[in-house]
């Protein structure tokens, strides 16, 4: 089957070039003139052609705590791939009485024949036993190229110390792993005293959390990954000066992060809402917002991606509205993504549409380690490809298609996905996917079995 994409402006090498593409089956066979037959022709005029999106950042079909989050992979990338997200990276989380191999085989039976777009797992071991390091060694050998350790959440055992942390980089560095780091110091925020503060106010949330324990655990893991020469990705950076350390050492080795919407247009004031507890998120929605927006529209951040974290709305809802900590941390984002990251450059489409290729294709599939397949339009490449007309009619956000709230009400956005496809395949078009019930998402890594760890 090939398919012509022509009179489009196609994101190619940070450039937008007026060049038609040829898709030849599950690739991308040719760009430039094309004389020769397709089966299918798509008319892009007026429309951007970009690499398929890639959400870096998501937790979906999964326990936290005692709450199940809302989004099922079916549900997710459903979303994901009507707004060309072709890529969900998601996570693998290790409970505490169970092996990390044992949490993989889960989360692949759960998301196997239901994926809509294409799945990659970033691992998150917990308990570190030599067994589950072992495992670790074989996965990340087999494929498995991301790791995601955190400095916080000790009482939900999922914690990692500054010690650990160099331990693994020594240990898995040299496999190339990509370790991706949650930055809040724990201790600090132990050592917060919440006596006295008002608890009843999710605003409070932000003096639990400061901005302190942010920028520290920020500083310590890069001088740690600097020292180990590894390659560290902190995810979901809100803080200014947590960013400015960021830019000022990345030159110095293989550093990496990103942001995420909520940390660009919603602000603190989103908790004083009447229902602010439904933007309870760790780290938290910060004030201040405008210098941190600039440097991000200069280019700052690698990668922007969404931490979409969709409790249903009743687990998020209920709490006696006395002690904010009852309430579960994360909001969703997964669909918002393309249109809040369209926003960072909104009075200069051309920036926009190289913004969107950069920091949600390029830089995403390189630290996922899919450089090879995905992230760009050149010959070769999987043919995961969105026709996107800038100038639709304005529409709401629609984060999730799950029993959960909107995390950005009366945001509108002018984005229209014409057409995406997923390695060749027209999936959805003007929005809604073609066949939802047959879903094609590939899992991307191989299978415990084939790396023979069971
Ligand atoms: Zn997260």
């Known amino acids: 089957m090939k398919t012509l994409i022509r009179n489009g402006r196609v994101a190619l090498d940070g450039t937008l070039q007026n060049l038609d593409v040829l898709v030849d089956g599950a690739r991308i066979a040719a760009l430039g003139p094309q004389s020769g037959e397709a089966d299918r022709v798509i008319d892009a005029a007026g429309c951007y052609v970009l690499p398929g999106f890639i ?7 999964d326990e936290i705590g005692p709450y199940y989050l809302a989004d099922t992979y079916e549900s997710s990338t459903r979303v994901a791939l009507e707004n060309g997200i072709t890529t969900l990276c998601t996570f693998v989380t290790q409970g505490t009485d169970e092996s990390l191999l044992t949490a993989l085989l ?3 039976a759960k998301a196997e024949g239901k994926s809509h777009s294409d799945v990659l797992w970033h691992l998150t071991p917990t308990t570190f036993s030599p ?5 670790l060694q074989v996965l990340l050998a087999g494929g498995y190229r991301t790791l995601k350790l955190y400095t916080t959440y000790k009482s939900a055992g999922i914690f990692a110390s500054y010690e650990r942390i160099a331990e693994l980089f020594q240990r898995f560095g040299p496999l190339g792993t990509q370790f991706l780091v949650h930055c809040e110091d724990d201790a600090l925020i132990e050592a917060v005293d919440a006596s006295g503060m008002d608890l009843s106010q999710p605003l409070t949330h932000t003096l639990l959390r400061p901005e302190a324990a942010e920028i520290l655990a920020i500083q310590k893991v890069v001088a740690l990954a600097l020292q180990h020469q590894a390659s560290a990705h902190v995810v979901h950076v809100s803080t200014l000066e947590g960013l400015r350390h960021l830019v000022a050492h ?3 080795g293989d550093l ?3 942001t995420c919407p909520q940390y660009l247009f919603l602000d603190e004031t989103w908790l004083a809402r009447e229902d602010g507890h439904r933007w309870l998120c760790s780290p938290p929605l910060r004030g201040q917002r405008a210098p941190f927006l600039e440097l991000v529209r200069a280019g700052a951040a690698d990668i922007i991606a969404t931490d979409h974290c969709p409790f249903c709305s009743r687990d998020k809802d209920h709490w006696d ?3 904010l900590r ?3 941390n994360g909001m969703p984002g997964l669909g918002a993504l393309p249109h809040v990251t369209w926003k960072i450059w909104e009075d200069d489409p051309d920036r926009a549409a190289l913004g969107l290729a950069t920091q949600l294709s390029l830089n995403p599939a390189e630290r996922a380690g899919l450089g090879d397949c995905k992230g760009a339009i050149r010959p070769g490449m999987d043919a995961d490809l969105v026709v996107l007309d800038p100038q639709g009619p304005l529409r709401p956000l629609r984060s999730t298609a799950a029993d959960a ?7 509108t956005s002018p984005l229209a996905m014409k057409q995406v496809l997923l390695r060749g395949e027209l999936r959805a078009q003007d929005g809604h996917l073609i066949d939802p019930a047959a879903p094609t998402g590939r899992l991307l890594q191989s299978s415990p079995a084939s790396l023979s760890l069971i």
């Open 405 to 411: 709230y909107e995390a950005f009400p009366g945001f």
């Open 131 to 135: 067994e589950d390091l072992a495992t």
């Open 250 to 252: 990345r030159p110095k």
């Open 256 to 258: 990496s992060f990103e």
């Open 326 to 328: 009852q309430v579960p």
């Open 106 to 108: 889960r989360a692949r």
């Open 55 to 61: 959400d870096f950042h998501t937790h979906v079909d």
């Open 321 to 323: 509205g006395q002690d």
